[in-house]
């Protein structure tokens, strides 16, 4: 039987959930008498909140559901929106308490769980070494991070030096959506701004505002990992090139960026998209065939989707063995996440 190596499990530990019980700002929890806690994430718009005791839970549950879904290890991240919203200084405490939570998991089943950071990548200096220490001395596989830090994109300049650091340790930097902070997303509040549109529709903005901004052309080993089908783009891979194909497009810099690839090229060389959240088999499909089982892994998004419910979902889609070897373990290793 092929391995199964899930690389979006998320986790929460007890210093973040007591971070966002404690924000007065955003994000914060709140108790919520029907549905234990809200999470607001962002002003007028919250999401029920029961999965926290899932989320904290890294022993015999997790397990027991890992052994049901036939998954063999787990790539642990902190849920979403992470430690990049909180102020600094804040955000640096959290995320290297958790990273050392989710060691001190890793070393009790070593045999089932790898990690990726936590950063607060506004002081990029700071998240520099942290995610040096953790790829060095914790033995964490990757950067896992979001479509908006709160005020800003992960496509600025000022983040370059964290990307940069990711290239050098080569490891993968996981793009995971967030609540969107573009504010017309808001407007119907989680309906539309939620996982299932405004999340994947910012992280699909932002993959594209670092292919454009020239991240690629900067850090051409960097790989980015992209759930939900890669939000989308295995879609786009043509219609994100016609502009640079067209002759009668000029390009001016400041209108089109001068790359060194078309964006093709870069959705299929630095982009991987996982499995997650998702059950179409033309999603799946679509993925397959622009992007190849090389370039996917599964994605289970773990409390917030059901492990098994994706595995069987996996083990019913055609494929040859090698790609479901691929899908399933190989890429994953590739990318440094291997047992
Ligand atoms: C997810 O990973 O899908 C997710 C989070 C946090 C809240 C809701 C959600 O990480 O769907
Ligand atoms: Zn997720």
Redesign the pocket.
């Known amino acids: 039987m092929t391995k199964r190596i899930d690389i979006?499990n998320?986790f929460a530990s007890e210093v973040w959930a007591d971070a966002l019980r404690k924000n007065a700002g955003y994000p914060r929890l709140t108790d919520d008498p029907q549905f234990t806690y809200r999470?607001e994430?962002v002003p007028g718009s919250w999401?029920p909140?029961k999965?926290l005791d899932r989320l904290l839970d890294l022993d015999e549950g997790r397990i027991a559901l890992l052994d049901d879904a036939g998954i063999d290890v787990a790539v642990l991240?902190?849920?979403?929106?992470?430690t990049e919203p909180f102020e600094p200084s804040l955000g640096t405490k959290i995320a290297r308490q958790t990273n050392d939570a989710l060691a001190a998991a890793i070393d009790r089943h070593p045999d089932r769980y790898l990690g990726y950071a936590t950063l607060a990548p506004k002081d990029a200096d700071g998240a520099c070494k942290e995610l040096e220490r953790c790829v060095k001395e914790l033995g964490f596989r990757g950067w896992n991070t979001h479509s908006n830090f709160g005020d800003s994109f992960l496509d600025e300049k000022r983040y370059w030096p964290v990307l940069a650091k990711a290239e050098e340790l080569g490891v993968p930097v996981y793009l995971?959506?967030?609540?969107p902070i573009i504010k017309e997303f808001g407007t119907y509040g989680s309906a539309l701004s939620?996982?299932t549109f405004g999340?994947g529709a910012e992280t699909a903005l932002v993959a594209m505002r670092m292919l454009t901004a020239g991240v690629f052309d900067a850090f051409p080993k960097l790989q980015v990992v992209l759930?939900h089908y890669a939000e989308g783009l295995p879609f786009m891979l043509d219609r994100v090139d016609r502009p640079y194909l067209q002759g009668h497009v000029r390009p001016d810099p400041a209108v089109y960026p001068t790359l060194k690839r078309l964006p093709s090229a870069y959705l299929r060389e630095n982009l991987l998209a996982s499995t997650?959240?998702n059950y179409s088999p033309q999603a799946f499909e679509c993925t397959r065939a622009a992007l190849g089982a090389g370039r996917m892994v599964i994605g289970s998004?773990y409390p917030?989707?059901d492990m098994a419910v994706c595995t069987k979902f996996l083990d019913a889609q055609a494929m040859s063995d090698t790609e479901r070897q691929q899908l399933y373990t190989g890429t994953a290793t590739a990318i440094g996440m291997g047992l």
Do not use: N, V
Request: aromatic fraction near 16%; avoid cysteine.
């Open positions: 979006e998320h999470m994430p999401l909140y999965l991240s902190l849920a979403a929106p992470g995971h959506p967030t609540w939620g996982p999340f759930g997650s959240g998004d917030f989707e």
